[in-house]
């Protein structure tokens, strides 16, 4: 199962703002916006697919994201697909 965290639209976003203006003084113009996140590969062993991603979203909610500041989407990924 794969975590996509991201800083919520419309938040101020440092290290975004830092990959943005290195990457146009690379010669990148034409990239207008950089949202940088994180990504987080779990392993879940659950009796079903939803009770797994019942889990991660728990797991999210209490640790892995600001709930606050940050979105996160669940995705189901087998092992071929983690990195």
């Known amino acids: 199962m794969e975590i996509v965290i991201a800083p919520r639209p419309g938040l101020l976003d440092p290290q ?7 990457l146009a003084a690379l010669g990148y113009d034409s990239v207008e916006e950089v949202r940088s996140g994180k990504a987080i590969f779990l392993d879940v062993r659950a009796p079903s697919e939803e ?4 889990q991660a979203r ?12 940050e979105d996160f989407e669940i995705r189901a990924c087998g092992p071929e697909e983690a990195p």
């Open 16 to 22: 975004g703002k830092a990959i943005q203006h290195a």
């Open 51 to 54: 009770a797994a991603q019942d």
């Open 58 to 69: 728990d797991m999210c909610r209490k640790l892995l994201a600001n709930p606050v500041t």
